[in-house]
């Protein structure tokens, strides 16, 4: 797996240096991720969202056909509170910070003047950069916090994963482009022996400037 990350990430950044017939562009959006774990029948599911930041050149092939590799910066976070009879309460906060390197094919079609529709799909390199728990619990108005770092060895979780995935764009006056997407982690991220798997879905919706 490390080895296709490795390919992957080096194709992209020779396409990267390719900037002849290469239309940059600078992103942002919104990000809902779907974190499911698989224990035999029991799967549990935990949902963080946040945003991204990042750009991409987009490089002519052949046609209509093109590819856009990038680089970009997400934030993941979610938010968690309990009372319990009124004495205790508890507050969970997940946070995570992640690197992906997406290198997308695309193909565009004129629907009218000036506007261009376009469908997109290929793989993404993410690693993770961060993913911390803060557990706060107070009981008769004493405190406690609690911090915990979910990439050490005690709790399993893998910081690389390799997404696939894809969606739709449309491009205003070769100026703004929105789109639509989702990707599929294909790794497991959960790296302890036992029968369990962990894998990620992530909804991003944005905007890009074109230059």
Sequence with gaps: M??????????SMM??????????AIGVGYLNSTDKTKSGSTTNSTNLSGFYVGGSYNINLSGALNVAPGVYYS?????????????????VDVTEH???VPVMFNAGLNLTDGIVGRIYAGPTLAY???????VKGTVAGFSKDTKINNYDDDYNYRRFDIMLGGGVAVDFFDMVRFNIGYDYGLVNRY???SDVTRHRGQLSVGVAYLF
């Design 191 to 193: 790296s302890g022996d």
């Design 2 to 11: 490390k080895k296709a990350f490795s390919i992957i990430l080096a194709a």
């Design 15 to 24: 396409l990267m240096g390719t900037v002849a017939m290469a239309q940059p």
């Design 98 to 100: 992640y690197l992906s």
């Design 128 to 134: 993770g950069l961060a993913s911390n728990t803060k």
């Design 75 to 91: 934030l993941l976070t979610k938010s968690d509170a309990n009372n319990y009879f009124g004495l205790v309460d508890t507050k």
